[in-house]
């Protein structure tokens, strides 16, 4: 791979000992996958955020790679915190596991990290424009970024996120190039009518078991989704495949019709997805008949201050049931709205829990012993049987509401 002779300065040592490892890193990577050169990026997104996912060999390399001077040089954003930033020990968190968590924090302080702690930083706090190259970890929201926004985003691991941001720079591999981008398998979505919510995870769950890491273009998706509708579909998609990128026809920016989407190439396979094929979906997402409900968790993406507000009006002033305990995962910021607006109140009054900056997969649920976890994510859906050590129930959010108000599913 080529380097400039700034770029050879740095793995020479000229910067100091963490630009000359990162750059160690990414000549490596950048090798490997046979990149002609780094190229520089707007924004980095870290998934090394979570004692649950990091372990203690993620927390002593972040901590090494803090102390040998490592520093972002451009906007790095951050995955949600491994516990309840709020109340980590009303969330029952393990005193080992809180003090790996704050060391991991303060090594990541250490080196400029902007402290968003969501999986949804598009949101404003890393909002790439169109064709923007970026270096992100969390698998959904680099779905998120190279459907919906246009940016241009490999799907990066722990650690070389950090090495893009001490640099700047990323390997010019895979979806930061053009002829790499374009769709390889078409589905034809036969819907007569617009997606209902819970329909855009069934959706995005389905297509990632159709395509794995293959490029997907949708076609036929009708009326206008919710950004909140495209969240889940891709966090779905990334979840249940290794989806980074899909074409919705009419949505994607670089997907305005099916020729931009193929880029004149034939479609390498075509296959139908119809609304039954959702309900199906839908149905091999559950993993339980049961119809006893003690644990509904909403907020995988981090829910939006839109879908807070949502679960106040479906809850209509009623009481959660006392046999279910009912968490809404969100950021600080979404909190605090919801906050002024005086949701936070009701909803807590209610019996609803705001769980600050974490969420259901990578915090220790599993200790709270809960049978059956009901969600409306797609992606929550996939992860919780191995990550909570629960079953499943997949559902609208207004089930979910309905559920935990009986503290069992609605007849
Ligand atoms: Fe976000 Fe956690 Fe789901 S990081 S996408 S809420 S698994």
Known sequence: MYLTDQEKAILDGAQGKAPQLAMEILAKIGEINEADRLIPISSVHLV??????????????????????????????????????????????????????????????????????????????????????????????????????????????????????????????????????????????????????????????LLGKKLGSRIGVVEGMKGDPRHEDLKSLCAAAAASGSVTLLHIVGVTPEARNLQEAFGGNKPLEESEVTLKDLQDTRDAMCTTKDDKVDFVALGCPHYTINEIKQVHNLLKGRKINPGTSFWIYANSYAIKLAEKMGLRRDLEEAGVVIRAETCMIISPVASWGFKTLMTDSGKCSYYGPAECGTDIIFASVEECVEAAVLGRLPK
Not at 53 to 70: L, N, P, Q, R, W
Not at 176 to 200: I, P, T
Request: charged share 20%.
């Open 48 to 205: 090394l955020h979570a004692y649950k996912s990091a372990f203690d060999a993620g927390v002593d390399t972040a901590e090494k790679i803090a102390e040998m001077g490592g520093q972002f040089i451009v906007p790095t954003t951050i995955d949600p915190y491994g516990m309840d930033a709020e109340d980590w020990k009303g969330a029952r968190t393990p005193d080992h596991y809180a003090a790996q968590q704050i060391r991991l924090e303060n090594a990541v302080m250490k080196m400029g990290v902007v402290p968003v702690w969501t999986c949804t930083p598009y949101y404003g706090f890393n909002l790439p424009r169109f064709g923007d190259n970026v270096a992100w970890s969390e698998s959904s929201a680099v779905a998120y970024a190279n459907t919906v926004i246009g940016a241009r985003t490999n799907r990066q691991t722990a650690i070389v996120d950090i090495c893009c941001g001490i640099l700047g720079k990323t390997p010019e591999t895979g979806l930061h190039l053009q002829q790499n981008r374009y769709g390889e398998v078409l589905v034809r979505l036969k819907a007569d009518r617009e997606l209902k919510s819970w329909e855009y995870p069934a959706l995005g769950y």
